[in-house]
């Protein structure tokens, strides 16, 4: 049974840093990517950043490019999204996904082709 599950959002002040984790089991057969997608209230959802766990390949972004990171601890089969230098407008529900897409790097986060996720985590920065 595929499992991700979000933790570690909360709410900071314009410029701050928090670090949110996606707790994965059951995906390693079924996927090679894992995304950080967010939403906003009234907005899209939107792909922020995504890891090949097998090959630590990333993508970024460009609203996200230099201020997060991703990383992933696959003996703990965790994946982090370090956020830096938070704004308002990094506010969302994040949620991590899983997939699994046959290129090292990807040229974009397509939604559809994340298949599994999680139930989210809120992230709320205040100016």
């Known amino acids: 049974q595929v499992q991700l599950v979000e933790s570690g959002g909360g709410s900071v002040q314009a410029g701050g840093s928090l670090r949110v984790s996606c707790a994965t089991s059951g995906v390693t057969a079924n996927s090679n990517y894992i995304g950080w997608f967010r939403q906003a209230p009234g907005k899209e959802r939107e792909g922020v950043a995504a890891?090949?766990?097998?090959?630590?390949?990333?993508y970024y972004a460009d609203s996200v490019k230099g201020r997060f990171t991703i990383s992933r601890d696959n003996a703990k089969n965790t994946v982090y999204l370090q956020m830096n230098s938070l704004k308002p407008e990094d506010t969302a529900m994040y949620y991590c996904a899983a997939a699994l897409i046959p290129v090292d790097a990807l040229p974009m986060m397509v939604e559809g082709l994340f298949g599994y996720w999680g139930q989210g985590t809120q992230v709320t920065v205040s100016s």
């Open positions: 890891i090949n766990v097998e090959s630590g390949s990333t």
